[in-house]
């Protein structure tokens, strides 16, 4: 069964650091998500992505954080200047239409900011 | 008032039991409904999805949706150990952007 994967499964990096986090998701789907997870909190919507483009943004996702599908395949979160509180698992989640399919996420990558 | 309420738990019931899991909904617009297993450290897995109102099985599992009353249903029968995890229950709608609405997600531990 095709599946969401993200790499790496587990980052560290140092406060005030750039990383990107990395998707591939299905296929076919047409519309990509980033979720986050602080560690035993409800997931979080970040953004939203279709069409080349943000379809939608959260409050959370300020001018820290910036997604790119820089090729057909691959779907990016880069997170800047990161800080202690960045410190959470960030999911990638892809549809195939968007809110009339499912959602399907990714294991995920841990993010920990020292 | 929240789109999507869901009991946070924790649940703990012996191996063996019928397990009822819920959530409620504000948004009348909802068409789409699903929930999702998500273990310790991983992502959330679809488990049921379902549109409009009525009943899906699938195994074990049966997912309820009855939208007159905003409220939605996942039945697990004969519960095992390895359904001890978190479930997500969430929903979408055609007008609500391509967005989904989750639960804060229950907790579940089968005791064998």
């Known amino acids: 069964e095709p599946e969401v994967t993200q790499t790496p499964s587990h980052q560290v990096t140092q406060m005030g650091q750039e990383v990107i986090l990395r998707c591939v998701p299905i296929s076919n789907h047409l519309y990509f998500y980033w979720y986050r997870q602080i560690l035993g909190q409800k997931v979080e919507f970040l953004v939203s992505?279709?069409?080349?483009?943000?379809?939608?943004k959260s409050e959370i996702f300020d001018d820290q954080f910036s997604v790119e599908r820089p090729d057909g395949s691959n779907f990016t979160l880069k997170i800047r200047s990161t800080k202690l509180e960045d410190s959470a698992m960030y999911f990638c989640?892809?549809?195939?239409?968007?809110?009339?399919?499912?959602?399907?996420f990714g294991n995920g990558t841990r993010l920990t900011v020292t | 008032q929240k789109e999507v309420e869901q009991d946070p738990g924790p649940l703990s019931v012996p191996e063996g039991a019928i397990v009822s899991l819920n959530c409620t909904y504000s948004?009348?617009?909802?068409?789409?409904f699903m929930w999702y297993r998500q273990y310790s450290r991983k992502g959330p897995e679809l488990l049921m999805y379902t549109y409009s109102s009525g009943n899906k099985e699938d195994g074990r599992f049966t997912a309820q949706v009855d939208k007159s009353s905003k409220y939605i249903s996942l039945f697990i029968r004969d519960s095992q150990p390895s359904d001890s995890a978190t479930y997500l229950c969430a929903m979408s709608a055609m007008n609500t952007g391509n967005q989904f609405y989750f639960g804060t997600g229950t907790s579940l531990t089968v005791i064998p």
């Open positions: 989640a892809s549809s195939g239409q968007g809110g009339n399919s499912p959602l399907h």
């Open positions: 948004n009348s617009a909802f068409q789409y």
């Open positions: 992505f279709y069409n080349n483009e943000i379809s939608e």
